[in-house]
């Protein structure tokens, strides 16, 4: 993995270079100049290609993976997307595959060459997989004005098939918990026409994270499905046109804890034994991104950009088993589809000015179908007829989000980058909200070896769509499922200002440390929470936030040998619930309104670390993270214990005269089998408790063609 620092906006919107025939990986053509975009970014290039570096064309910290990092992981290319970024500085993990940066809650936006694509409902499942990924940067920090509305990481992705391989690759996996999964990939070109696909099958006992500590879980079992493409046609060695789509289908059973005791009773069924309840959930994305990258006269590179996404998730509950242990059986279907466009240009006016300029809209539809089954209650909640009956709370929503930006990357010295700009969004969803958002960034090298930067942007965030809880309160009056509380406030937009700063040391050739901090002050801070018997997230704001910390990161790159170790401090506190109040217990939300409160998701201390090494034929790699404990109890005023997971790994390249070649791969999940709970079913929005993995046992084969 690569570190460094970045600041202003260089070619990330325009991220896949162009290529013409014969053009190598990096884009560049024999007895060809690269393209302008790709030329700004070659400042300081003794710096920019270390691991822990700083790089002058954006004034955000900027992590870097690639494929042979990705490889070096325990699990490879089979690791999940979001184990991988876990391995970034200052990125806590949490249950169903959440992951919080800078103590933000969510709030990832994820670019594939270059364009934004539109968040998937939370759920439990990935929607974008690993195994296309070329290469990808994590972007934290003061981004430049190019990067709006999801801003806590920017998780920017080049895809496989950006240049002209041809081949394949097959592979099978099997392990602990019934694990089975068969992926594989080809890519080819004729004349100026590439392709790459890929596509995976998953199928386990443990789908969802065990919400006992016993080693294997009750009624997990997952299916899952992804795929991804990207055509490619040239039109000349100027202009590209490109299609890229990917698909995910996830079906999770919602696990069970044995020796739990109804609290309601139904008319007719004598008694339920918990550990055999039958609830489900299923998660389907799918997006396609439609492409034109071409120069224009002047020095003007562009790229615009159509795109549409579809997601849903669907759960269904146990009809009896929710209804007496949870009062409420509710089937509930989200769904929200997304159509829009997106364009980047960049021109460089001479050697110290290069301007950029873009604009993003999109148009947005949100369903939700909610048939609850309940039982009527007294003004306490307590039962009075144990015969159900059915309440649909159905809801349409329709959305536009619009943003343009501006900016300036100036070099008025070789040693000086400064990156400043502005952008404006407009959202007209749940909220109508607008906000001009100025950003400034600088990189200045102090020595050849030392580089510091600082920045500060003004954010902007629309609360999302998709995870807006459209409860009727009302319609549930007098039923078991009557919420705490009568206040239904719409969603915010959160506004907020980041403060950055940082330094990277390059101590040897092979040795890099970087040490940056940061302090966000936030109005109508966004969060989320599991508030409902059903496993889906719904979104809230406090009417204030302040985030702060400090990440050190170093690494070590030798020709046989690799390691990294990060270490963060963060501290995420907020008061006042303003929105969602509803979901809240009076004497909690009472509580918050006079006091600040960590945030559920904050962990004061995570780190990560790995190494590597290879000799001949043969890779042996280890990784670990670790974390001081999210937060729980009353107003989130306690945390949980500690935890440390170590991963370990073998793997082997054969060559095989009658097969040919052949990759193995023996992995060791949580190798010291040590239990830990990231959630204990206490805290704000917190609905029910998970553990991290016991130990499990992988073993894979790949097949190259």
């Given at each position: 993995m690569k570190f460094s620092f970045v600041a202003g906006a260089a070619g990330v919107a325009l991220c896949v270079p162009l290529l013409s025939q014969g053009a190598d990986a990096d884009g560049d053509a024999a007895g060809a100049h690269p393209p302008a975009i790709e030329a700004i970014v070659v400042t300081a290039r003794r710096l920019d290609e270390a691991r822990n570096g700083l790089s002058p064309d954006t004034g955000s910290t900027v992590y870097k993976f690639d494929t042979s990092d990705i490889a070096n992981l325990p699990l490879g290319d089979n690791t999940p997307l979001n184990q991988v970024i876990l391995q970034a500085p200052g990125v806590v993990q949490d249950s169903y595959g959440q992951l919080h940066v800078r103590g933000d809650h969510a709030n990832l936006q994820y670019r594939v060459n270059g364009v934004v694509i539109p968040e998937a409902i939370s759920g439990f499942?990935?929607?974008?997989?690993?195994?296309?990924?070329?290469?990808?940067?994590?972007?934290?920090?003061?981004?430049?004005?190019?990067?709006?509305?999801?801003?806590?990481?920017?998780?920017?992705?080049?895809?496989?098939?950006?240049?002209?391989?041809?081949?394949?690759?097959?592979?099978?996996?099997?392990?602990?918990?019934?694990?089975?999964?068969?992926?594989g990939d080809i890519s080819g070109a004729t004349g100026p026409f590439s392709y790459f696909l890929t596509g995976s099958y998953l199928r386990s006992n443990l789908g969802i994270e065990n919400p006992t500590s016993d080693r294997d879980a009750i009624h997990d079992q997952t299916q899952q499905g992804n795929g991804f493409g990207y055509l490619s046609y040239l039109l000349d060695d100027d202009s590209r046109v490109s299609l890229m789509f990917g698909m995910s289908d996830n079906r999770f059973q919602i696990p069970n804890v044995p020796g739990q005791q109804p609290d309601f009773t139904l008319a007719g069924v004598p008694s339920v034994d918990s550990s055999t309840l039958d609830a489900n959930q299923r998660e389907k994305n799918r997006f396609e991104v439609l492409s034109y990258q071409g120069k224009a006269a002047g020095d003007v590179d562009y790229q615009v950009s159509l795109f549409h996404r579809y997601t849903s998730v669907q759960y269904q509950p146990d009809a009896i088993g929710d209804l007496v242990f949870n009062g409420v059986a509710a089937q509930i279907l989200r769904d929200d589809e997304e159509v829009g466009v997106q364009l980047d240009t960049s021109h460089r006016l001479n050697e110290a000015h290069t301007l950029r300029a873009g604009l993003f809209y999109n148009q947005e539809r949100f369903n939700t179908n909610n048939d609850s089954a309940v039982f009527a209650a007294d003004a306490d909640g307590n039962q009075v007829d144990d015969v159900p009956l059915t309440i649909a709370d159905n809801t349409r929503l329709t959305g536009h989000t619009a943003g343009v930006y501006l900016q300036d990357e100036w070099q008025p010295v070789a040693a000086l980058t400064i990156n400043y700009g502005a952008r404006f969004d407009k959202v007209d969803t749940v909220v109508d909200a607008q906000q001009l958002s100025p950003r400034l960034g600088l990189v200045y090298d102090l020595t050849a070896s030392t580089r510091l930067h600082a920045g500060y942007a003004r954010y902007f965030t629309p609360p999302p769509m998709e995870k807006i809880d459209t409860t009727s309160v009302a319609k549930f009056f007098g039923t078991t499922n009557a919420l705490p509380s009568d206040a239904n406030t719409a969603v915010s937009a959160e506004r907020s200002d980041y403060f950055d700063a940082g330094i990277v040391q390059q101590v040897t050739p092979q040795l890099n440390v970087g040490l940056d901090a940061y302090y966000r002050k936030v109005k109508d801070l966004q969060d989320e929470g599991q508030f409902g018997n059903a496993l889906i997230f719904s979104a809230f704001n406090y009417e204030q936030g302040r985030i702060w910390g400090t990440e050190l990161?170093?690494?070590?790159?030798?020709?046989?040998?690799?390691?990294?170790?990060?270490?963060?401090?963060?501290?995420?506190?907020?008061?006042?619930?303003?929105?969602?109040?509803?979901?809240?217990?009076?004497?909690?939300?009472?509580?918050?309104?006079?006091?600040w409160v960590h945030v559920d998701h904050d962990q004061r201390w995570s780190g990560s670390a790995g190494i590597s090494s290879k000799w001949q034929d043969t890779t042996i790699s280890a990784d670990a993270i670790l974390g001081s404990g999210l937060r729980r109890g009353f107003a989130n005023s306690e945390s949980l214990p500690g935890y440390t997971q170590v991963n370990l790994a073998l793997a082997q390249h054969f060559d095989l005269a009658a097969f040919g070649t052949l990759d193995g791969r023996l992995a060791v999940i949580n190798a010291f089998d040590k239990v830990y709970?990231?959630?204990?079913?206490?805290?704000?929005?917190?609905?029910?408790?998970?553990?991290?993995?016991?130990?499990?046992?992988?073993?894979?084969?790949?097949?190259?063609?």
């Open positions: 499942g990935q929607s974008l997989d690993t195994r296309f990924v070329d290469h990808f940067d994590i972007l934290t920090g003061a981004l430049p004005a190019q990067y709006g509305y999801r801003t806590a990481g920017i998780v920017d992705i080049h895809s496989k098939g950006t240049t002209f391989d041809e081949g394949g690759n097959l592979q099978l996996t099997g392990g602990s918990n019934d694990h089975r999964a068969v992926s990161s170093t690494s070590f790159h030798g020709d046989h040998f690799s390691a990294y170790a990060n270490a963060a401090y963060s501290v995420a506190q907020a008061r006042d619930v303003v929105t969602g109040q509803f979901n809240f217990d009076p004497d909690e939300l009472a509580y918050i309104d006079s006091n709970e990231l959630r204990d079913g206490s805290g704000i929005g917190v609905g029910a408790p998970q553990y991290g993995p016991r130990r499990a046992l992988f073993v894979s084969a790949s097949k190259t063609f």
